[in-house]
């Protein structure tokens, strides 16, 4: 039963984790599409007030740093679904394990009742023969 506990609490941190990445993946997608919004708002603004080369220089560095943080997001975002679909193949291994782990105990418990049975048997034939021979 210790073997089933310690299985059902591997699968359970690993859904936990599951979960856990499902939600920061979920959470970055938020933060890319605000990013997205805020790149577009950016640029709208910054093309309106384009006119004198500072203002052109400080939109390009913006640019450029909004443009990072999107492709940056968009990496974490694939990895986390690469990480995720990883967890939930592993997940179903383990299950698959757990499963076959659990029929093969209950084929022993089966076993050694049968056994048990016997040698009670046994047991009890031994006393009727030895109470026989007195």
Do not use: P, W
Not at 11 to 25: A, C, G, H, M, V
Not at 55 to 65: G, I, P, R, V
Not at 100 to 111: C, K, M, Y
Not at 118 to 129: G, H, I, P, V, Y
């Amino acid at each position: 039963m210790s073997s089933k506990s310690r299985f059902m609490g591997d699968l359970t941190e690993r859904e936990q984790e599951l979960l856990k990445i499902r939600r920061d993946s979920d959470t970055k997608a938020a933060e890319l599409v605000k990013m997205e919004k805020m790149l577009q708002q950016t640029k709208g603004m910054f093309e309106k007030k384009a006119e004198s080369s500072s203002e052109t220089k400080n939109y390009e560095e913006n640019m450029e740093d909004l443009e990072e943080r999107v492709r940056s997001s968009r990496r974490y975002r694939r990895n986390s679904l690469h990480h995720t679909q990883m967890l939930e193949s592993q997940m179903k291994t383990v299950k698959g394990e757990l499963v076959g782990t659990l029929d093969h105990l209950q084929e022993l418990r089966n076993v050694l009742r049968r056994s048990q049975q016997k040698a009670e048997e046994r047991k009890a034939a031994m006393e009727k023969l030895a109470a026989g021979l007195r």
